[in-house]
């Protein structure tokens, strides 16, 4: 299994690397799904936006929320009329290298990018006397909810930096903010493109908290660096350096009717990525659709749509059932 050094080395080194619009659907009743995250982050309004989009184009899409990636990633391979989601670049990393475990083995192969969107900037807010990571030596932190991407990237980047905290609480964004407020808890984490609603409305000066600097060396090895600007929240003053992950549109490897229905939906995207960035949420204005992503390759689906090569249409089957993808997370991760 991967735990400590040996495997996060390998893992995180995988890591770190308008035209004419298509006509409408000819045919009535596209329906599809496209699985996100909370109601209050980033992926769920690039799904809002991505439905609002195809819809004009004669596909209707629903937008689910979630628990974040972990859950996406098993909704993706599993649940009915979920053909797509969003999900963290490191959550795909570790799933794939997990060469331990038979069932993430056969979801990683069925896992296809569709398109590489921006980067989620790692926010840790917490109270004025955490001046830097290294300061969450034993203090209580929100890494969030079990099957998050937020919950894992926490995990990972604890792990990779060495420093342990006093007590990591798998609780809720809301109730990790709820606990900074009270004083229950010392910092939470979130990792979401910013600016991310949560803190732009639930967070006031009059809180005093503040994001903290993600600058520990072993950590900027790995993740790439980025930076929040000033002023992205009402109450931050400063630009504030951090690490960040790619958010990533992914499919199911459908070989039938939704290898084309997928594939559509792409190329709309593509085709309109200017109108996502003049109407849409604003980190569509950060999405680069052609960044080669290190390790990954578009699904053939969505090339072939791209490329204008047709495929055959029939009707797609899948189950549904429990998820084994976090607790083969949770048992690679044990010390």
Request: hydrophobic residues 40%; proline residues 5%; neutral net charge.
């Amino acid at each position: 299994m991967l735990k400590r050094v040996t495997g996060l080395f390998v893992f995180f080194v995988f890591i770190v690397c308008q035209v004419e619009p298509l006509q409408a659907a000819e045919e009535s009743g596209i329906f599809m799904g496209i699985i996100t995250g909370g109601e209050k982050g980033t992926y769920y309004q690039f799904g809002l936006n991505v439905s609002a989009l195809v819809n004009a184009y004669g596909i209707d899409m629903d937008v689910y929320n979630s628990n974040g990636s972990v859950e996406n990633i098993y909704a993706v391979y599993k649940r009915p009329r979920t053909q797509l989601g969003i999900v963290q670049s490191d959550v795909l990393a570790f799933v794939s290298k997990v060469q331990t475990d038979e069932t993430l083995k056969r979801i990683a192969k069925k896992i296809k990018m569709v398109f590489p969107l921006y980067n989620e900037e790692i926010h840790l807010l917490g109270v004025p006397a955490i001046a830097e990571f290294d300061d969450l030596a034993g203090k209580r932190v929100a890494i969030g909810t079990e099957g998050s991407g937020t919950y894992l990237t926490a995990r990972l980047l604890f792990e990779v930096s060495g420093i342990t905290p006093g007590q990591t609480l798998t609780i809720g964004l809301n109730q990790a903010l709820e606990g900074l407020k009270s004083g229950s808890v010392d910092a939470m984490f979130y990792v979401a493109g910013y600016p991310v609603k949560l803190f732009a409305e639930g967070v006031t000066a009059d809180d005093g908290l503040h994001l903290i600097p993600i600058t520990n060396k072993s950590i900027t090895e790995f993740y790439p660096q980025a930076q929040i600007p000033a002023a992205t929240y009402s109450w931050q003053n400063d630009p504030v350096d951090t690490a960040a992950v790619k958010a990533v549109l992914v499919s199911f490897d459908f070989r039938n009717y939704h290898c084309t229905t997928v594939g559509r939906v792409g190329r709309v995207i593509y085709d309109n990525l200017e109108w996502l960035q003049a109407n849409g949420h604003p980190k569509w204005r950060a999405v680069n659709l052609d960044y080669k992503l290190k390790g990954w390759e578009q699904y053939d689906c969505v090339r072939q749509q791209l490329a204008a090569i047709p495929t055959p249409p029939s009707p797609p089957k899948r189950d549904q059932s429990m998820n084994p993808v976090l607790n083969a997370i949770k048992e690679a991760l044990q010390p």
